[in-house]
């Protein structure tokens, strides 16, 4: 469904992105790993084309990215860091997106976030005096609000108490067992393991490896996500 | 491209600066005409002060409008939006408050006092100017992505437009003061958008007999309806050329 195909990305001198080729399919749940700075997020940017690459390309369902932006109604993005103008109230932003995205597909909206998290009763308060935490479940309710075919989770439960990550968790495996793309990052990698079918490994740009879980288990012999990528980082 | 252009207005006019801009051109121009008994005479010390004052707040409101939305224009980026549509939705958005904000402030005080040619017309070169130095200001924002540095290079680029071009000029005019340069003058206003509006009004006025022998060639040029054709389209070319090298730019722009 997303190839990329040869993706470089240069920051200064710095490459985010080094000849990155990958393909995600439908229905897979897919960890990208690595440590800080290794181009997670750049990656995903490429995809929602926040980022421009300067060499290779990105297809999605088959067609270049690069002069197309209706493939973005098919997305739905939790960014890391969730930033919305300041002096919107939720009510206001969720508001506006549904606005905005309504008229690129007639669909029927996915309120499930917008419940579970509680977030009716804060509809009125503005995004500035928002904590972190309650920001990240708008972030997510809006990322799942469309019900897109690809699911972007950038660190999806850093900053989440531990009740509303089991929520969101519970949400993902739903979407996924509907046949939905997922991409996750996330540096908690216990909470990845009844999650992800697939595992993206990548270090300064470079990919290391793209494996299921159940190859990854069988080369390193380890049963747990957590153990199985501590002892590639230490065999490298 | 109409929503996105709503949200824009709407968060706009949300922002008490541009109540207050409205009424501050409002104020000064209805005190302006009623100190002077001759409305003419009003209408060009309103030239005056509009032309520092109109460049200045609209460069400088939409180069911090833009910075500010940063988090806006993140959003929107990662929504099935095109670039260009949502730029030009700023674009529009900023370009018409501002407009909007100069028809009611000195517009209609104008038309209260000086319903003539020579008002219309200032009203007329007054919008443009609005939108000319909104568009410039979106050019300054796009190609810096330092905030401070960004709205320090709209002040100085207002600073340049509004004060050293004429001494620029004037220095140019002294230096060459043997040769006939005036023909080049015409020329050399059409590379400021202020001047270019100011004697546009000033001849309309029938007051460029002050400017000497070059209002003299002035009036020959721009007092023809081909230069007034010409120095209009050279206005508009001073609106779309910065926006359009804008959207270039925020096409391939990291977000």
Known sequence: MIIANNVSKKFGSLFALND??????????????????????????????????????????????????QYRSRIGYMPQIGRYPENMTI?????????????AQQQILDEDLINLFNLK????????????????????????????????????????????????KEKIIAEKQKGKLVLITSHILSELDDLV???????????????????????????????????????? | ?????????????????????????????LSIFSLEDNSAKGLLGLLNIILIIVPLVSIIFSTIYIYNSAE???????????????????????????????????????????????????????????????????????????KAKGIGVAIL????????????????LFQFSDYPVEKLMVAVSMLNPLDLGRIMILLKMDVSALM??????????????????LSFFVLLLWAVVPVWLSIRRFKHKDL
């Open chain 2, 72 to 146: 806006f224009i993140e959003l929107l980026v990662s929504q099935p939006l095109q670039r260009k549509t949502i730029w030009m939705s700023l674009f529009t958005g900023l370009a018409s408050s501002m407009s909007l904000a100069f028809l009611v402030g000195a517009g209609i005080p104008v038309l209260i006092y000086q319903a003539d040619i020579t008002g219309f017309m200032m009203i007329l070169i007054g919008v443009i100017l609005s939108v000319v130095f909104v568009s410039i200001a979106l050019l300054a924002a796009v190609k810096t992505r330092d």
């Open chain 2, 212 to 229: 000497g022998y070059t209002g003299a060639v002035f009036k020959d040029f721009f007092g023809t309806q081909a230069g007034m054709g």
């Open chain 1, 197 to 236: 079918t697939q595992v993206i490994y990548m270090q300064d740009g470079i990919l290391c490896f793209h494996k299921t879980i159940s190859q990854l288990t069988e080369d390193t012999g380890q049963a747990k996500l957590a153990k199985a990528i501590a002892h590639v980082m230490q065999k490298q």
């Open chain 1, 91 to 103: 009510g206001q932003v969720l508001d506006m997106m549904k606005d905005i995205r309504k008229s």
């Open chain 1, 20 to 69: 990155f080729s990958v393909t995600c399919n439908k229905g897979e749940c897919i960890a990208l790993i690595g440590p800080n700075g290794s181009g997670k997020t750049t990656f995903i940017k490429t995809i929602l084309g926040m980022v421009v690459c300067d060499s290779g390309f990105i297809t999605f369902n088959g067609s270049n990215i690069k002069n197309d932006w």
């Open chain 2, 1 to 29: 491209m109409k929503k996105v252009i709503k949200y824009v207005i709407i968060d706009i006019l949300r922002n008490k600066i541009m109540l207050a801009y409205t009424l501050f051109l409002l104020v000064l121009s």
């Open chain 2, 157 to 172: 680029l207002w600073l340049y437009f509004s004060l050293l071009f004429d001494g620029f000029v004037l220095f140019l």
């Open chain 1, 121 to 168: 009763p804060l509809m009125n308060k503005r995004m500035r005096t928002l904590s972190g935490g309650t920001r990240q479940k708008v972030s997510a309710a809006l990322a799942f609000l469309f019900n897109p075919e690809v699911l972007i989770l950038d660190e999806p439960t850093a900053g989440l108490d531990p009740v509303s990550s089991e929520i969101l």
